[in-house]
């Protein structure tokens, strides 16, 4: 968040005025106070097996650079990175990636990644066919798929300790993939490519 906004946010929220170096100054001394905090959550996450990985662009002092998510059940670390490739993600993590499941969304960075296994995250997928539910009304395809996995979601959620067969969900997703796009908008063919 830029300084000039914070202090707005303490002018506003709390009628405290504060110029920005005593914002910068204060900063500092959280980021130095929480270094041993990071360290911990950064080694959690690294011992982990599964990790959910995000990135959204951000601007710091006008250049654009990304905010970076990692995170588990338990744990959210949130790290600046000044590009979106692989490469930042192979940089903070290293070898430990080749241990972790990693749930992300279609990015191709974190197909260029050595993770044990990646799992497609799939809000991001449901978020994606609403998307071509809104472009195009007149199609069902988006709206198959989606109720799809919601049912697999549910299933899921309905019996955690169960080992839930994978074969009939396979079968159906696979019908889905299966059928021709072709009339409708290149959107469609590049979510089900992906």
Request: glycine fraction near 6%.
């Amino acid at each position: 968040m830029p300084y000039e906004r914070l202090q707005s946010l303490f002018a506003t929220m709390f009628n405290v005025t504060i110029s920005q170096g005593t914002l910068v100054n204060i900063v500092r001394k959280m980021l130095d106070k929480s270094q041993p905090a990071i360290a911990l959550i950064e080694r959690l996450i690294r011992e982990s097996s599964v990790v959910g990985f995000d990135e959204s662009g951000c601007y710091c002092n006008g250049k654009l650079n990304w905010s970076w998510i990692a995170q588990t059940a338990y744990l959210t670390l949130v790290f600046r990175g000044s590009g979106r490739g692989a490469k930042v993600l192979e940089d903070r993590f290293g070898d430990s990636l080749k241990n972790m499941v990693a749930v992300t969304d279609r990015h191709s960075a974190y197909f260029a990644i050595d993770f044990l296994n990646n799992q497609v995250c799939l809000a991001h997928l449901l978020r994606n066919l609403e998307y071509l539910n809104d472009i195009d009304k007149d199609q069902t395809w988006a709206g198959e798929v989606q109720s799809l996995l919601r049912q697999a979601i549910h299933e899921r959620n309905e019996k955690p300790a169960e080992m839930i067969s994978a074969q009939s969900w396979l079968e159906r997703l696979d019908e889905l993939l299966m059928k021709n796009l072709d009339h409708l908008s290149k959107e469609f063919n590049e979510l089900k490519r992906g």
